[in-house]
């Protein structure tokens, strides 16, 4: 995943801000098509819930730094999801992981504009902004999506 620091603390303009949030809020639909798409029970099981295992991941971290953001309380560095305790279907992970992105979406965008303001150091990555943890996730939706297709194709190949 690409470092939250990587990416422009602020958007541009609300309109940026806007198509943001909307491809944040997407990720869940499109891998509900990727996942309908293929057979998540044979050879690609194990790679797609390593992949999925990531965005669970990541989705836990970023509630995470919103509420460090939120609150001005330092950042829970132990905040991880161990790969055990992730469901053994694909399709569960990816639940749970809509679920953390609903939760995570609903305390951004209620917010309004305030949100461009919200910062908090976050360890080896320093300083970011929610602007910043949003972008990073949005990429690592991008990538995790393609691996998810590929995973799937090759299990079919």
């Known amino acids: 995943m690409t470092a939250p620091a990587a990416f422009a603390a602020r958007p541009l303009g609300e309109m940026e801000w806007e198509e943001l949030l909307v491809r944040y809020e997407i990720t869940p639909r499109a891998l509900n098509a990727a996942l309908d798409d293929g057979d998540t029970a044979g050879p690609a099981r194990e790679r797609l819930r390593g992949l999925l295992g990531a965005l669970v ?6 509630a ?3 509420e460090a953001m939120r609150s001005g309380a330092a ?3 132990g905040v991880t999801s161990d790969d055990d305790a992730l469901p053994e279907e694909p399709r569960a992970i990816r ?3 809509a679920r953390l992105r609903a ?3 609903a305390a951004v965008q209620r917010r309004g504009l305030e949100v461009w303001d919200w910062r908090t150091h976050a360890g080896p990555d320093g300083e970011v ?3 910043q943890v949003i ?3 949005c990429a690592l939706d991008g990538e995790t999506l393609a691996g998810i297709r590929e995973a799937l194709r090759g ?3």
């Open 95 to 97: 639940d749970q992981f």
């Open 129 to 131: 902004s929610a602007y």
């Open 103 to 105: 939760r995570n979406f």
């Open 57 to 62: 991941r990541t989705e836990l971290r970023t």
């Open 64 to 66: 995470a730094l919103f």
């Open 75 to 77: 950042l829970d560095a």
């Open 155 to 157: 299990a079919v190949a």
């Open 135 to 137: 972008q990073a996730s």
